[in-house]
């Protein structure tokens, strides 16, 4: 100690947290030099400084360890000349495989000797993909942790999708030093050349046997409790948990880390009691604790080392420690000293949602409960999910854009009976079956037999309308408003002003949605990769058009980035979905979208086979909010020609026009300009088939008279998608060519103040953006 804050507290915690936070939130890095000297700095106005000089000085240091980190992370990306290029690597998978019905997803970590000098050491992430039309690859499916491979992969540096929402594949690939994704080269010479072991090999293994030994559709669940194995578990679990707020008793816990360890303390303490010769040797209290570190850090290794687990060892590690020396310690010192801990070791975990969601429930629950003890379990249960729901609601909304209205409810029957009842005998399957193979099986049926009732009735409550309430993307001022209500929510009773408090939540439960006025819309070009989706919005209704890209049992647009795009854009419902023609990239998400929305109008081409359709006519009108749309192609006789009878939508507002023609190519573009030219005038046009070079006729683009020509094309492609020609076209005539590959999706709005164009990539600018570093092979 050193004046009234103390080096390594709840403070000092905290502001290493804020500093860390804050350099993420920069839009660039500062050079490295300069991070050196401002950790230099901080570490020195830290540990010498007083009071307020103490925290700043930790702040700091946060700001230059994290950037530092950011740093060396996204030195680790792969170099622009290596980008789509076929290399040779040598190495083993690390992490637990996800084999589906066409792919194998897994990481690799490459050997130091065995590749490139830029893949040497290096962390990949890469897909295995059967031939096309060819039966599964066995050797595909036998893949394993800790296999030992050399194989070709095509590799590029991580580059995700930006859209509205939480969703950011690049920022996790930076979190986790990921230097390329890609896929291999199965046509190309494979070789397995050996196999280690190690504790995820043992995890793939135990949670193999536990889907053959349960033998019920609940195995997937018990793998998640015994292994941390959540792999099993599809879109609609995930569903239903997060309707249900149930997402942290499936995963392994912190919670269920420390039972583990409270539970070898007790065990330690009893053999201690019944042979008091022990006592000797070591005193009891630090047998117990040492015991319990011990069975935590084991149980942690089974689950992965997830944040959470991590945090939980780390705090018995201080409790552990305090023992030995016989220093008296508070749980909120052992929470700060656990969160110091993790953030020295690595800043950027604060890019984690469990990071914040672990620490700041325990931090909630030390505040708000100091002497639980002193409540009846009844009681105790009850409160403490008050103060989690509560203190964490702001958290979650914002991370994950939802609050669950069934949490509370179904927390209070979930807790006891999972906690209490399912986690104990699905651990100890697990230790059963470490010490003998087969040892285990009777638990785990017992623990998928005590699960199997609880997870009907939750799945019903999730089914509720008022389940899950999704929340539209908030201001950055809604967050810390939000959290001084909590904290002014759950002061002791008598405080006044509490009522005024509810007034602080609005800005994150009910924000503003930037609606379009009467006669004015909105388009949002969704980066949807490859595809394509359109939200068009007026003051009261929207409307898909078209629902992006999915590959048959594998990705799929319309679940991984359409619906949690709406979601964040604040659309409650879907007035109308339009499918412009039934090919994958256009149509693969429907289902995704239809199950979720519900739309109760379906337009597509009279041809294609879109459940619940009706066709889309040319002549075929309505008006929304002072907006007219219009089908413009295809008529009642034009043949079923696939790209070239897409629907061919009119969007006319008060303040321009907007033009949605799908795939159709040169030729029906020149028929549209045949047939009506003045209906083809249009501010904005979302180019033909992704500007493809047989589309964007030059009549066509002429007859539109457009100043914002839109492309959606995936990053890449392999199709060359946009090409120069039709860019070139449109630029002749003065139009911009903002593409969803370049700047993510795009917002436009046609109102009173004219067309307004906006990218996300630009909107919110990130360090992380792969957008920003050269990429000599993309498409063009």
Request: proline share 7%.
């Amino acid at each position: 100690m050193s004046g009234p804050v103390p080096v390594f507290g709840a403070a000092t915690a905290a502001a290493l947290v804020l500093g860390a936070s804050a350099c993420l939130a920069l839009p660039a890095l500062p050079p490295a030099w300069a991070l050196v000297v401002s950790l230099a700095t901080g570490a020195a106005a830290w540990g010498r400084g007083r009071a307020g000089l103490r925290l700043a000085g930790a702040c700091l240091f946060g700001v230059a360890l994290c950037g530092l980190h950011a740093t060396h992370a996204l030195s680790l990306r792969l170099p622009p000349d290596l980008a789509r290029s076929d290399v040779v690597v040598a190495g083993r998978v690390v992490g637990l495989p996800t084999h589906e019905a066409q792919r194998t997803r897994f990481e690799f970590r490459v050997d130091d000797d065995a590749a490139p000098p830029a893949l040497r050491g290096r962390l990949l992430r890469l897909s295995w993909f059967d031939d096309h039309g060819a039966d599964p690859d066995a050797r595909r499916l036998a893949l394993e942790p800790g296999d030992r491979w050399r194989f070709t992969a095509r590799v590029r540096a991580p580059r995700g999708l930006r859209n509205p929402g939480w969703i950011d594949s690049e920022k996790h690939a930076m979190a986790r030093r990921v230097t390329a994704v890609g896929y291999l080269r199965t046509q190309a010479p494979m070789t397995r050349l050996d196999a280690t072991g190690g504790v995820d090999r043992w995890r793939h293994r135990t949670a193999g046997r536990i889907d053959r030994v349960v033998g019920h559709e609940t195995s997937r669940f018990v793998r998640a409790l015994a292994v941390g194995d959540t792999r099993g578990l599809d879109e609609l679990d995930w569903e239903a948990l997060r309707a249900t707020g149930l997402t942290h008793l499936v995963a392994i816990s912190g919670f269920h880390v420390g039972m583990v360890g409270g539970a070898f303390a007790l065990l330690a303490g009893g053999l201690w009691w019944c042979l008091p010769r022990l006592g000797r040797l070591v005193p009891r209290p630090q047998a117990a604790a040492v015991a319990a570190l011990a069975a935590a850090s084991v149980y942690a290794a089974a689950a992965g080392w997830e944040l959470p687990t991590m945090r939980t060892v780390l705090m018995i590690a201080v409790v552990v420690v305090a023992r030995l020396v016989r220093r008296r310690l508070q749980v909120a010192d052992a929470l700060a000293y656990a969160a110091i801990a993790v953030m020295l070791a690595d800043p950027m975990a604060v890019l984690s949602a469990g990071f914040w969601l672990s620490f700041a429930g325990v931090a909630w629950l030390v505040w708000c409960l100091p002497d639980a003890r002193a409540l009846s379990p009844v009681r105790g249960l009850v409160a403490a999910q008050w103060v989690a729901t509560l203190g964490l609601l702001p958290l979650t909304a914002t991370l994950f854009g939802q609050a669950s209205l069934a949490g509370p409810l179904a927390n209070l029957v979930a807790i006891p009976w999972w906690s209490l009842v399912v986690v104990p005998l699905a651990v100890l399957g697990t230790g059963l079956e470490a010490l003998h193979a087969g040892a285990g099986d009777w638990a785990w049926r017992l623990a998928a037999w005590a699960f199997a009732p609880s997870w009907r009735l939750f799945d019903r409550l999730a089914a509720a309308p008022f389940a899950l309430w999704w929340l539209p993307a908030p201001h950055r001022l809604a967050l810390p408003l939000a959290l001084l209500a909590a904290f002014w929510l759950l002061l002791p009773r008598g405080v006044p002003g509490k009522g005024l408090a509810a007034v602080l939540w609005l800005p994150l439960l009910w924000p503003d949605r930037d609606l379009p006025r009467a006669g004015e819309a909105e388009l949002v070009v969704l980066d949807v990769g490859q595809g394509l989706a359109v939200l068009v919005r007026t003051a009261r209704h929207a409307l898909l058009y078209d629902t992006g890209p999915a590959m048959p049992d594998g990705y799929d647009a319309g679940e991984r980035v359409v619906v949690p795009a709406l979601h964040a854009l604040g659309v409650r419902r879907l007035d109308a979905i339009v499918v412009s023609h039934g090919d994958a990239d256009h149509a693969g998400g429907f289902g995704a979208v239809q199950r979720r929305f519900a739309a109760p109008v379906v337009f597509a081409p009279q041809w294609d086979r879109v459940p619940g359709a009706s066709p889309c006519l040319q002549g075929s009108a309505w008006q929304a909010d002072g907006v007219a749309f219009r089908f413009l192609h295809p008529d009642v006789h034009f043949p079923p020609f696939r790209n070239p009878s897409s629907c061919v939508l009119r969007v006319e507002t008060a303040y321009g026009a907007a033009l949605l023609p799908g795939d159709v190519d040169a030729v029906v573009e020149r028929l549209l300009v045949h047939r009506d030219a003045g209906a083809l005038a249009a501010e904005v046009v979302v180019a033909a088939h992704h500007g493809s070079g047989g589309s964007s006729d030059p009549a066509f683009v002429a007859a539109t008279g457009a100043g914002h020509a839109l492309m959606s094309a995936g990053h890449g492609n392999r199709f060359g998608h946009p090409h120069a020609a039709a860019l070139a076209r449109w630029s002749h005539r003065g139009a911009a060519t903002p593409g969803t590959a370049e700047g993510g999706a795009l917002r436009v709005r046609l109102g009173r103040d004219g067309v307004r164009v906006t990218a996300g990539r630009e909107r919110v600018r990130r360090l992380w953006d792969a957008a920003r570093r050269p990429d000599p092979a993309a498409g063009g």
